[in-house]
Each structure stands twice: as C-alpha cells, then as structure tokens.
C-alpha cells in the first residue's frame, strides 16, 4: 500500500471514528435529557445560596443545572437577613424530562403594622391587604403608599420603604387614629358619664361605710348596754327593779340588733359601690 493510500485511510478512519463519537454524545445527552430536566435561578444578589429541595447546589446565578423529572421546591436563602421579618425566596414547580425552567429571584420585605385602635383596615393601591396587627409584604425595592382606615377615625396614609439612601429603613409601624369629630364628641360624652358614675359610687361607698362603722360601734355599745342591765336584773331583789331591768335589756338587745342590721346592709352596700367603682 503506498503511502497516499495509506494517509487517506487514515483519514477515513479518523473521520468515522469522530462522527461515531458526536453521534455516541449526542445519544448520551438525548438519554440523558430524556430522564432529566434543568432549573436556572437568576437573582439581582449574585452569590446567594441556591437550596434544590432542601440541598445547597451553588450560588446565584445558578444555570441549567440538572435535576430529575417531578416535583421540585427552590430556594434562595438571604445571605444576611436585615430583620426577622424578612423571608428566603421559595417556589416550588413540577417538571417534565427535558424541560428547561428559568426563576427570576424577587425577595420580599415585611412591614409589621399595628393601630390603636386595632382592627383598622389596611390598603395598598386601594386593595385591601387586612387588619391590624398586620406583616405586610411588598418587594425589597418598592416603595408604598398604605392607608389604614376604620370606621369612626380619621385615615392615616404611610409611607413604607427605603425611601432614601443611608438611612435606616422603618420595619415597624404603630399608629394612633384620631377619632372623627362625632365619634370624639361621643367619646367624650361617654367619658364624662363614666366620670360621673365613678364619682358617684365612689362617695355612695365612702358614706355607707362610714355609717357601717359607726352602726357597728353603735352595735357593740347597745350590747354592752343590755348586757349591764341583764347583770342588774340578775342581782336586783325587788320585783319592781326587777322588771325595770329586763325591760331595758330588751330594748337594748333591740337597739343592738337593729343597729347589727344596719351594719350587715350598709357594709355589703358599701362593698358593692366599691367594686363598681373600681371596675369602671
């Protein structure tokens, strides 16, 4: 054989030898492709780290990386969360074989909002988001416009986000509505009624226990007074005497139970303003 056809042999060979190896790779990512699909996660934080159902992966941009067909949860976790009320970005997908799916990371902020009295309503745009105590969620560079309104008060309009560069963002928000006009005068009128009760209990109480006192003094000393002439009945010899005395004893345990009476109701008259002043 000469050395010309030896050299296209060669040749020949080298070229069947290349194309069987394209079409052996070809094969192998058909194969591959066929059993496998491939997630790219793009962020605007390069360098955050990129979780495939619970598993770190890489960092941020992270492209076409392989993954088996079915169900999917992807994550990127903030490198260093500025508060707690910020959360990682999680999405969870489905994929078929060969299927390619690119995410696009948006982190979002919360915002904890809080109004005295609770219970206000909170709108974004005009859409309602709920009711205070709330953590409202809007995305890391937007800035928002939010009212909080409630029947009966005057509404309050903030604005949430970083509003300018190198200061420090406000993540909680506590706000005092101011009652309308009609609601106020209400409030007011309420308030002095309350007053009006409170003071009045208050000296319904301070009165009866101060006759409490003195029925139960009185009591004590109508006792003693009946006890000292059923002593005198007891050592008196004549009969006249004798009568005198236990008429008086009978009074005076009379006068000592009225006065025992008196005690008994004007105490528990007493306690019970008591209780309603302190509980209004």
């Not at 169900?71 to 489905?94: G, N």
């Not at 200061?167 to 009128?189: G, I, S």
Request: include cysteine.
């Amino acid at each position: 054989m000469s050395i010309r056809q030896k050299m296209k042999f060669f040749k020949t060979s080298f070229i069947g030898a290349a194309f069987s190896c394209v079409a052996i790779s070809a094969f192998a990512q058909e194969s591959a492709s066929s059993r496998h699909a491939f997630i790219s996660v793009e962020s605007q934080h390069p360098g955050f780290p990129v979780l495939i159902d619970g598993q770190q992966v890489g960092f941020t941009p992270l492209r076409n990386f392989s993954v088996p067909s079915g169900k999917h949860e992807i994550a990127v976790k903030r490198a260093q969360p500025e508060s707690w009320l910020d959360f990682d970005w999680v999405e969870t997908c489905s994929l078929s074989a060969g299927d390619t799916l690119i995410f696009t990371t948006h982190f979002l902020k919360g915002y904890s909002i809080n109004s005295t009295p609770f219970g206000a309503e909170v709108y974004v745009d005009g859409i309602l988001q709920g009711a205070t105590p709330l953590v409202l969620r809007l995305p890391e560079d937007e800035i928002a416009t939010v009212e909080i309104r409630r029947a009966g008060y005057q509404a309050e309009q903030l604005q949430i986000g970083k509003i300018k560069e190198g200061l420090a963002e406000t993540r909680l928000y506590a706000v005092t509505l101011k009652p309308e006009k009609k609601l106020a005068l209400l409030q007011e009128v309420e308030k002095s009624r309350r007053r009006f009760h409170l003071n009045r209990n208050r000296r319904i109480s301070l009165a009866t226990a101060g006759l409490s006192l003195a029925s139960g003094v009185a009591a004590i000393l109508l006792k003693d007074k009946a006890d000292h002439f059923y002593d005198q009945y007891l050592t008196a010899s004549l009969p006249a005497q004798r009568e005198g005395f236990y008429q008086r004893t009978k009074d005076y345990d009379r006068y000592s139970g009225i006065a025992t009476a008196v005690f008994e109701a004007s105490f528990a008259v007493s306690f019970y303003f008591f209780l309603k002043s302190t509980s209004e």
